[in-house]
Structure formats: C-alpha cells, structure tokens
C-alpha cells in the first residue's frame, strides 16, 4: 500500500475530527470528545496554533494520524514535543504507518533540536506499548500523570 504523511492543512479539519473520533472510540472514550470542527480550527491553524497535525493518506483516503505540540523541560533547558494522538484505521494497521507517522514526528523533533520526544498510552492498550517499546520507548513508571479538568481549574484559579 503505498501511503504519503503529510502536514494537515485546515480542509482537512472534517478529516482530523473524524479520526479524533475513531481513536476515541478505540480507546473506549467517546464520550470525552468534546472538539468541534471550529474548535481544532481555530487551535490547529488559527492565530496561534497550539498543536500540529500530521495525515497519513493512502489511495483511499486518510488512514491515521498524529497530532503533537511542543513542551519544555527545565532540567535539560530545552524543548521537546508531545504526541497527544497517534492513530492508524484498524483495516490498515500492521503495514507500518504508525511507525511512519511517528519516525515523521521525530525528524521534526529533531530538526527542532528537540531533547525528548514523550507521550502516554492506556495501561490496557498492549499493542500500542509493545509498539512504542520495539521502537526503542521506555515507560516511565516512576511518575504518575495528574490532570485537572475545567472545573477543576476554574475552581483552582478562584483560590
């Protein structure tokens, strides 16, 4: 199968959302998608973009994709990028895509001078951490990832 990664562009936003969704219902969570086609064009292509994406497209049409942003670390003093979203159609996985969609990552991080290259991954998603690990990941099992929601927040931000 012969398949491009690209830059998404925003005509491809319908593309990006419906993929969003896919990767959501794979990872058992459709109920937390909450984007809109005007909300990832606005953060992806607007004013300022907040992330990037990558499309993996094949004579079909899109089969994946990769959505990433930069991060910082104070003890390197550097930059780094986080993968927010990888996804490979489940009819086409298996044929390297995902692996291409990420080595297109890293060709960025490293143009970028990027010191790491990090994400997360569902603890019950076994294919995608023997994935990740054959590629040369490791877990860091010594932290644990917290998060707040709006709520939380706007609460927080009121103290």
């Given amino acids: 199968?012969?398949?491009?990664?690209?830059?998404?562009?925003?005509?491809?936003?319908?593309?990006?959302?419906?993929?969003?969704?896919?990767?959501?219902?794979?990872?058992?969570?459709?109920?937390t998608v909450v984007a809109t086609e005007a909300s990832l064009a606005a953060s992806l292509?607007?004013?300022?973009?907040?992330?990037?994406?990558?499309?993996?497209?094949?004579?079909?049409?899109p089969v994946g994709l990769a959505v990433f942003f930069a991060n910082y670390s104070t003890f390197l003093g550097r930059s780094g990028i986080y993968l927010e979203d990888l996804y490979v159609r489940p009819e086409v996985r298996g044929q390297g895509i995902g692996k291409r969609l990420l080595a297109e990552v890293a060709k960025r991080a490293v143009a970028r001078g990027c010191q790491r290259l990090e994400w997360a991954v569902l603890d019950w998603n076994e294919p995608s951490i023997q994935f990740y690990q054959s590629l040369g990941a490791k877990p860091l099992d010594e932290w644990t990832t917290f998060r707040m929601t709006a709520e939380a927040i706007a609460k927080l931000a009121e103290a």
Avoid: N, Q
């Fill in 45 to 61: 292509f607007g004013e300022r973009p907040e992330a990037e994406a990558l499309i993996a497209e094949a004579e079909s049409g």
């Fill in 1 to 31: 199968m012969s398949v491009t990664i690209r830059a998404a562009d925003v005509g491809d936003v319908p593309v990006l959302l419906k993929l969003v969704k896919e990767l959501a219902e794979y990872e058992r969570l459709p109920h």
